[in-house]
């Protein structure tokens, strides 16, 4: 069936540094990608949707200079956070959205990125 | 306003017994879905239930039922005969305008299920 594959799964980084999270569909072509944050304890925000061949929507608060996403290709999504600092410390987790009428109509979700900035 | 209401923060429930758990949403989208997400401590999001706004019955999936009270806009998961394995983070969600699948969901709370032997 669909997946969506996304690493790392977990990662440790300086503050100050950079960090590419990727999400790639397997086995279909995902045209819009969901990119959501989770915080210790707290339910799952949305960042921002990433749509191939354009600009991603960011959500209100959601810096886009820090956060970058880009949607190169149908089965490829990135999230790279950009001068990662502390508070970036989150749950990342990726989902692209199923069709209706599609087995179980439900979304696709990447298994998630534990980020910790040190 | 919150979309999407969870109230209940966490939930004890004894092993082999049925437990509830609690949703209410808010939408004026006539044409929405209902989910629900089981959240291990892995934090990979599993999928469990849905229910589409047009649907007549209930959702049943396995040991999962959804009680879905389209006037008073609720959708409570029942999970019976619950195992130890239950033990997780759910979380409800819903999707607006299903039609076209590309809205993303909008997720509640939380409530953290623990099963005791």
């Known amino acids: 069936g669909a997946v969506v594959s996304q690493h790392p799964s977990r990662v440790i980084c300086k503050s100050g540094t950079s960090v590419k999270i990727e999400c790639r569909s397997l086995?279909?072509?995902?045209?819009?990608m969901f990119w959501y944050r989770q915080f210790p304890k707290q339910s799952l925000m949305l960042m921002a949707t990433?749509?191939?061949?354009?600009?991603?929507?960011?959500e209100q608060g959601v810096e886009k200079d820090k956060f970058l996403i880009n949607h190169a290709s149908l089965t490829l999504s990135t999230l790279t956070v950009t001068s990662a600092h502390p508070e970036d410390s989150s749950f990342y987790i990726c989902?692209?959205?199923?069709?209706?009428?599609?087995?179980?109509?439900?979304?696709?979700f990447g298994q998630g990125t534990r980020l910790t900035v040190v | 306003a919150q979309k999407i209401t969870q109230t209940q923060p966490g939930m004890f429930v004894q092993e082999k017994e049925a437990v509830t758990l609690d949703c209410t949403y808010d939408?004026?989208?006539?044409?929405?879905?209902l989910f629900w997400y089981k959240q291990p401590s892995s934090g990979e999001m599993i999928f469990l239930i849905y229910?589409?706004?047009?649907?007549?019955q209930n959702a049943t999936e396995g040991r999962y039922s959804l009680n879905f009270q389209k006037a008073r806009k609720s959708a409570n998961l029942v999970i019976s005969a619950s195992q130890l394995g239950d033990s997780a983070m759910y979380f409800c969600?819903?999707?607006?305008?299903?039609?076209?699948?590309?809205?993303?969901?909008?997720f509640g709370s939380g409530t953290r299920l623990q099963v005791q032997p």
């Open positions: 969600a819903m999707r607006e305008d299903m039609d076209t699948g590309r809205r993303a969901l909008t």
């Open positions: 939408t004026s989208d006539p044409s929405y879905g």
């Open positions: 229910q589409g706004s047009y649907d007549q």
């Open positions: 989902s692209a959205p199923a069709r209706w009428g599609q087995t179980g109509t439900e979304a696709f």
């Open positions: 990433s749509n191939e061949g354009s600009k991603a929507t960011y």
């Open positions: 086995d279909f072509q995902a045209t819009t």
